[in-house]
């Protein structure tokens, strides 16, 4: 290791002649301000020992200033060094002595130099320094304190600039910018001060505004003798003041900025006009009168649009005239020498912008645009060469005035102001890529401008917006990869467009939302559902929720696999209810998926909190919670346990109450569906008190609640007898025959006259029913069955395929009268089908039973017994012959001339088919009972 210098240990001797010469050593290492010699000073550890004597009240006065002056130079140094000074405790020291009303004025200003320079770095070492309790003993000095404050507000935190607001800075600095005796110089750093704090909050621009520095700044950005860099530097406070909220607008455009800003870009001073037209831009947004005020400035805005030659010699003349022999003369024709080098484009986009804003305002603003020439100066610009250039047009084509201008190119001032006010979003977007602008922007994606990139974005991000036509070209230009890699952006505002553009092509075609997948953002969506970003984690949600959605079930795989079920699940806790809509929608979405892939969303716990979720106010989040239970329910009975036992019956018996009646719906079907689980499933189920609300759902008007409640209904009645039992004793028959014979429209198609499949699949479950032992469930099975084979073939053969037709020729017993109508009649509307319906009563042996009842005396039963018998004649020679053979003619001869009318007209059309005369159907003798 190498040796220490020897004036190292004069440092520590007690003699204030050798202190001296090591001091001197010391002073000389770091006065030729060269950074090694400095570090070498700072490695030898000279630090502590030169504070510990800065400290000694036995040390001479002038050995402490050249002490000091060590300090100083330190503090030129690299951040490094200047951090030495933090790390070995000499800021605290320093500011000790700085705050005492001792220490001389010649030493405090050697102290602020060191505090400026430390300021002017890392927010660490400003820190350290507002820390110790300054900023007050700064506001108390004299000006040469703004450059200290400056230095503390340059680039630093908002917490950091609090806490100079909160000592009472701005009051002060106004009263010393708006003092005549305050320099020049100082009233420059004080608007620097203002603009880092106008870069502040709302809160901290507002007390620029209270304490009355935005009058002051219009007076002096109007005097003929202000400096130009001064009015630059007005112009960037006015235009984040004018960024902020309405209000302060308003106090802008009170206190007369636009007529002020107005004169300013008339004046032809281009090069800070670039400053002062976003303001105007701002303001031409606020009322008529006001763009109207702006629009004083066409012809000037004009002229910058064919500026190009103008400005490098406006540069050249502007250096000549700040030519001083000051230092703050070199440094400002340093800042106009960099003017050379800015493209003279950037002033004629923000031009461009404000003529575009008033384009879109009165038709007098408009004709002003026109006469001064100013459409085929803008559509020029698509011809530039220059990012900038695009960049602003991308951003006028988002505020839709370019498709305006574009579509009026041809057209005279009166056709223009006729048409200005039109917007037809489509026919604009078709023409402007039919241009080829996409082409012309995508090439943007690769600037380094990440203004530009951002412009280009949401050109893109427009177009998949309002127009799905242009999807297509869009992808051509390759937009989806450069989406993807955007979505790992360190810029959120990035992510977010990227994702909006990918949802957009999600939400498109088979094939555009394969290139999306394809190209790999499912795992980069993901990853996005674990940003600090609110609104970056619900767009990546939504975007998944449309893979698992409408992708195929490879596509849905690749979701799963991918991770995003634990992370939907934990998203089901967010504070945020639209993120909690997402995720609940696509855990259902999986859970309408495979067996395996329902697994691992009940196995990750989401069953609990989509049973606290049905409770939830927003309609959407209840909607997926329901939709998600009701497809646990339509899984394995350990599923169906899982859901049970979480408490989903109550909840869901609840819902059937629900105004939503898609709500209503998932809640009826889930019952359903564990009804028809287990038995002891089923049973609790049913001792929740489902049945009679299911027998009340059967009138719902919505049909697939009364579909549901009757399956639901149908499979507890072909459970135990108990439950069968439950079902009939709560009166489901009769229930289904009034529905019958209702006219709601989803108990029959008024098209086809058919009845629907409910009733049926629930007539299906109750034949057993059809029997003499239980005669009023019977009797109403069997006017069920007339009803649905009344007039329609196909229900007709429902109910001889249900095997219905045996049993129901078995109840032909006269000695249960009412039953036996039923019977009759219900035999005799399927005899009213077709020739291979009418042959199944001659199967089943029935004809010979209807003869018989020819001479019941229940004319009721009589009457069936004849249509039946007429019914099946009414076919063919041979099912003639076969009722003629069986004796029945006589018998309808007899009847022909009964007292009763209605067995007189039967008795009367059956004779008339036996002698082939068949002058009556049976539409007209139908069953219309």
Not at 231 to 248: A, D, P
Request: charged residues 25%; glycine residues 4%.
């Amino acid at each position: 290791m190498r040796g220490r210098k020897p004036w190292f240990y004069l440092l520590q001797s007690s003699k204030n002649d050798l202190i001296e010469l090591a001091v001197r050593a010391a002073w000389g290492l770091t006065k030729e301000r060269k950074l090694e010699q400095k570090q070498v000073l700072i490695d030898e550890g000279a630090i502590p020992y030169l504070l510990e004597l800065f400290q000694s009240p036995s040390i001479l006065y002038y050995i402490k200033e050249m002490i000091l002056e060590i300090f100083i130079q330190i503090a030129r140094g690299t951040n490094k060094q200047k951090q030495a000074l933090s790390d070995e405790s000499v800021i605290p020291c320093l500011i000790k002595l700085f705050q005492s009303p001792s220490t001389p004025y010649f030493t405090k200003e050697r102290i602020l130099e060191i505090f400026i320079q430390i300021a002017s770095e890392t927010n660490g070492q400003k820190q350290i320094i507002m820390d110790e309790g300054d900023v007050p003993y700064f506001a108390k000095l004299s000006q040469s304190t703004v450059s200290a404050i400056c230095g503390l507000t340059k680039e630093q935190k908002l917490e950091q600039k609090r806490v100079l607001i909160d000592e009472g800075l701005i009051p002060y600095l106004v009263k010393h910018f708006q003092s005549p005796s305050t320099p020049y110089f100082t009233k420059e750093r004080i608007l620097e001060i203002f603009i880092q704090i106008a870069r502040g909050t709302s809160k901290q621009r507002q007390m620029l505004i209270d304490e009355g520095a935005i009058p002051r700044l219009i007076e002096v950005l109007l005097l003929p003798s202000t400096l130009y860099f001064t009015k630059e530097k007005i112009c960037k406070i006015l235009i984040r003041v004018c960024n902020g909220t309405t209000e302060q607008k308003q106090v802008l455009i009170g206190e007369g900025v636009t007529p002020c800003l107005v004169e300013a870009v008339q004046s032809l001073t281009r090069y800070f006009t670039k400053e002062m037209i976003p303001v105007l831009t701002n303001i031409v947004n606020e009322t008529s009168k006001q763009t109207y005020d702006v629009a004083r400035a066409i012809r000037s805005l004009c002229i910058l649009l064919k500026a190009a030659k103008e400005l490098p010699d406006l540069a050249v003349r502007q250096i000549k005239t700040f030519t001083w022999t000051t230092k703050q003369a070199n440094q400002k024709v340093l800042r106009c020498r960099l003017l050379l080098c800015i493209k003279y484009n950037f002033l004629t986009t923000i031009a461009a912008s404000v003529l575009c804003i008033i384009m879109s305002g009165t038709e007098k603003q408009i004709n002003q645009v026109i006469q001064n020439d100013f459409i085929p100066d803008f559509i020029t610009l698509f011809k530039f060469d220059d990012e900038i250039i695009a960049a602003e047009a991308a951003r006028v084509i988002q505020t839709d005035v370019i498709p305006r201008f574009i579509d009026l190119l041809k057209s005279d001032s009166e056709v223009c102001k006729k048409n200005a006010g039109k917007n037809y979003v489509e026919d604009q977007i078709d023409m402007l890529v039919h241009a080829g602008i996409l082409s012309y922007f995508s090439k943007l994606f690769e600037s380094d401008n990440e203004v530009i990139v951002a412009e280009a974005n949401k050109v893109f991000f427009d177009i998949l917006i309002l127009s799905k036509e242009q999807t297509n070209n869009v992808i051509q230009t390759g937009v989806i990869p450069h989406f993807i890699n955007l979505l790992e952006s360190d810029d959120e505002d990035m992510v977010l467009f990227a994702i909006y553009g990918l949802s957009q092509i999600l939400g498109g075609r088979e094939g555009q939302k394969d290139q999306v997948i394809e190209g790999g953002a499912i795992p980069r969506f993901i990853d996005l559902l674990e940003s600090n970003d609110e609104v970056i984690v619900r767009e990546a949600a939504k975007c998944l929720c449309k893979i698992l959605m409408s992708g195929t079930k490879k596509q849905a795989d690749q979701v799963i696999q991918a991770g995003v079920i634990p992370r939907f699940i934990h998203l089901l806790e967010s504070q945020n209810e639209s993120i909690v809509a997402f995720a609940a929608y696509g855990l259902s979405n999986i859970l309408d998926g495979t067996e395996g892939q329902a697994d691992q969303v009940t196995k990750g716990d989401a069953v609990p909190r989509f049973i606290d979720l049905l409770e939830s106010d927003n309609k959407y989040i209840a909607l997926s919670a329901a939709r998600g239970l009701f497809h646990v329910t339509a899984g394995t009975e350990e599923q169906k346990d899982q859901v049970i036992q979480a408490g989903v019956i109550p909840h869901f018996i609840d819902l059937l109450e629900s105004d939503n009646e898609i709500i209503a719906a998932f809640a009826t079907h889930g019952l359903s569906n564990i009804l028809g689980g287990t038995e002891e499933q089923t049973d609790q189920v049913i001792e929740a008190g489902v049945i009679p609300l299911f027998i009340d759902l059967l009138q719902s008007d919505n049909e697939v609640i009364a579909e549901e409640a009757a399956r639901g209904l149908a499979i507890a009645a072909n459970g135990t007898t108990q439950q069968r039992d439950q079902v009939i004793e709560a009166g489901i028959i009769t229930c289904l025959i009034d529905l019958l014979e209702s006219d709601n429209e989803f108990i029959v198609d008024p098209k086809s006259n058919q009845r629907k499949n409910l009733v049926i699949q629930a007539l299906r479950r109750f034949s057993s029913f059809l029997a003499i032992e239980q005669p009023v469930i019977c009797e109403q099975l069997c006017r069920l069955i007339a009803i649905i084979a009344a007039r329609d073939p196909k229900q007709k053969q429902i109910i001889i395929d249900a095997k219905l037709l045996m049993p129901l020729k078995d109840l032909l017993q006269p000695s249960s009268p009412l039953i036996c109508k039923q019977a009759a009649r219900a035999l005799a509307n399927i005899a009213a089908g077709t020739i291979q319906q009418k042959i199944w009563s001659i199967r089943i042996r029935a004809v010979r039973r209807f003869v018989e009842l020819l001479e019941d005396e229940n004319v009721l039963v009589c009457e069936q017994a004849i249509r039946a018998l007429a019914n099946i004649a009414d076919g063919s020679t041979e099912l003639r012959e076969e009722v003629i053979e069986s004796g029945a003619r006589p018998l309808l001869l007899a009847l022909s001339e009964s007292p009763h009318l209605a067995v007189r007209n039967q008795a009367i059309r059956a004779m008339s088919i036996l002698d082939d005369e068949a002058l009556i159907s049976d539409d007209d003798f139908s069953d219309n009972e």
